[in-house]
T-cell receptor, first 111, second 113 residues
Framework: TQLLEQSPQFLSIQEGENLTVYCNSS?????LQWYRQEPGEGPVLLVT?????EVKKLKRLTFQFGDARKDSSLHITAAQPGDTGLYLCAGDTTNAGKSTFGDGTTLTVKP | ETGVTQSPTHLIKTRGQQVTLRCSSQSGHNTVSWYQQALGQGPQFIFQ???????GRGNFPPRFSGLQFPNYSSELNVNALELDDSALYLCASSVDRSSYEQYFGPGTRLTVT
């Protein structure tokens, strides 16, 4: 059983479109991270959310942590080809620095 | 400040062999975690080392073992390789064992034939 479910698994859109990807769980997380991974490279940390209901913005990316700290979403405005990649969410239930990852959403932005 | 580095980049081994993968953590980070990422999946936690001691382990058999050294380097050793061990192996360093922010290396792609 996957602790963190990410949806959709694949997403292909045109440049300029908006999109939202989701990360859901039945577990409560002390913190949740979003990473982006490009082929042949390791994940790169985008953001950490720790407070229920928290919203963080990083340029065109908006991250939201659910009120109950069980789910999160990533919204991208006016997507660009450079946003293409695998978006992974990871949660820590123990506050001990050991993360559980979802299987990711593969985003392709076509020019 | 240097980032996290891993070696080798790619490796091909035969079933039953042993392999050692290496990682150099970010300077000042005393915690390193190792992950296995199979194709099309997210990284799976193997174990974590804090100040040269194992500090937690995921659902991996004992033939997966590790070492951490005082100079911010670490190793992942896998004995008796199986075909299913083919994956991208990632190490991630963090400033402390309770830190949830991890910084990943580029990974080692291991192929077992």
């Amino acid at each position: 059983t996957q602790l963190l479910e990410q949806s959709p698994q694949f997403l292909s859109i045109q440049e300029g479109e908006n999109l939202t990807v989701y990360c859901n769980s039945s577990s409560v997380f002390s913190s949740l991270q979003w990473y982006r991974q490009e082929p042949g490279e390791g994940p790169v940390l985008l953001v950490t959310v720790v407070t229920g209901g928290e919203v963080k913005k990083l340029k065109r990316l908006t991250f939201q942590f659910g009120d109950a700290r069980k789910d999160s979403s990533l919204h991208i405005t006016a997507a660009q080809p450079g946003d293409t990649g695998l978006y992974l969410c990871a949660g820590d239930t123990t506050n001990a620095g050991k993360s559980t990852f979802g299987d990711g959403t593969t985003l392709t932005v076509k020019p | 400040e240097t980032g996290v580095t891993q070696s080798p980049t790619h490796l091909i081994k035969t079933r039953g062999q042993q392999v050692t993968l290496r990682c150099s953590s970010q300077s000042g980070h005393n915690t390193v975690s190792w992950y296995q990422q199979a194709l099309g999946q997210g990284p799976q936690f193997i174990f974590q080392y804090y100040r040269e001691e194992e500090n937690g382990r995921g659902n991996f058999p004992p033939r997966f073992s590790g070492l951490q050294f005082p100079n911010y380097s670490s190793e992942l050793n896998v004995n008796a390789l199986e075909l299913d061990d083919s994956a991208l192996y990632l190490c991630a360093s963090s400033v402390d064992r309770s830190s949830y922010e991890q910084y990943f290396g580029p990974g080692t792609r291991l192929t077992v034939t």
